[in-house]
């Protein structure tokens, strides 16, 4: 979502002609620096964890990944902002080319990661005999690098849009549109991109949803096994015991296992 308002108000924000800042502007400027350095803090901290590990699973291939695209991003929308605060009045096509590729490749390639992830979750608790054949280092490396592939072809929407912006593709009418007038280009990137989250947000509501009755299931059948058990052993020693026992203890248990397997879905 952030890649999609900052792909649409880059060139504006970048034109020429400098402003001075009123306070809400700072106050806003201050809470995105705040979080983005949050953000490049926590990445940072989940990057030096990841790579003491050895060797690394293919999940742990994915988190890596993702945080160090994250920890960009962040990094990013700091400088990005900073340069545009600062120095408004040279900022022109160059910056906006760059500005637009990174948040567009960390963007785009972040939101594929994350599906990639959901997919390997998914496999890894409802096709658990698959998983191993599915996930190998080849094909795992073979995503992400079709991942930062795909992210770097939509950067060209992105970039068109500082060319008509800046240069006279798009001639004086585009940069000055009339009133009621509107922007085809910049309507298509947008549609483009708005469709590209809900396909991933679908796509993961209806696997983890699959995963969540996947556990929630393999924790009843592992709450009965251990009744039964249980159920066996305090039979024979003592049965009034074995009554009280699955009377107030099962509905307990159930739940210990449900919450178990709830937790092992990240």
Not at 77 to 98: A, D
Not at 201 to 216: D, Q, S, W
Request: charge should be positive; glycine fraction near 8%; hydrophobic fraction near 50%.
């Amino acid at each position: 979502m952030e890649a999609n308002s900052t792909t649409n108000v880059t060139a504006e924000a970048a034109a020429g002609g400098g402003h001075s800042l009123h306070s809400v502007d700072i106050v806003i400027y201050c809470v995105q620096w705040l979080v983005a350095l949050v953000g490049v803090l926590g990445n940072a901290l989940v990057l030096y964890v990841y790579a003491l590990k050895r060797p690394k699973a293919p999940s742990e291939r994915f988190i890596i990944v993702i945080a160090a695209t994250d920890l960009c991003m962040n990094a990013s929308l700091i400088l990005f902002t900073i340069t545009r605060v600062v120095y408004s009045e040279q900022t022109g096509l160059p910056f906006c080319l760059l500005s637009n590729a990174v948040y567009d490749i960390v963007n785009t390639s972040s939101g594929v990661l994350v599906c990639g992830m959901t997919v390997n979750r998914y496999v890894a608790v409802c096709r658990p005999h698959s998983y191993n054949s599915l996930f190998t280092s080849l094909s795992v490396n073979l995503f992400l690098a079709f991942t930062f592939v795909l992210a770097l072809l939509l950067t060209a929407p992105g970039g068109t849009l500082c060319l008509l912006y800046y240069t006279e593709i798009g001639g004086a009418e585009y940069r000055n549109p009339g009133a009621g007038e509107v922007d085809v280009a910049k309507v298509t990137w947008v549609v483009i991109r708005s469709v590209m989250l809900a396909v991933a947000g679908v796509l993961m509501a209806v696997l983890y949803h699959r995963v969540r009755r996947a556990l929630l299931a393999n924790a009843a059948k592992k709450h009965a096994a251990a009744s039964v058990q249980l159920g066996e052993k305090t039979a024979a020693t003592n049965p009034a015991d074995h009554t009280q026992r699955v009377k107030h203890g099962g509905a307990k248990g159930m739940r210990k296992l449900l919450c178990r397997a709830s937790s092992e879905i990240v």
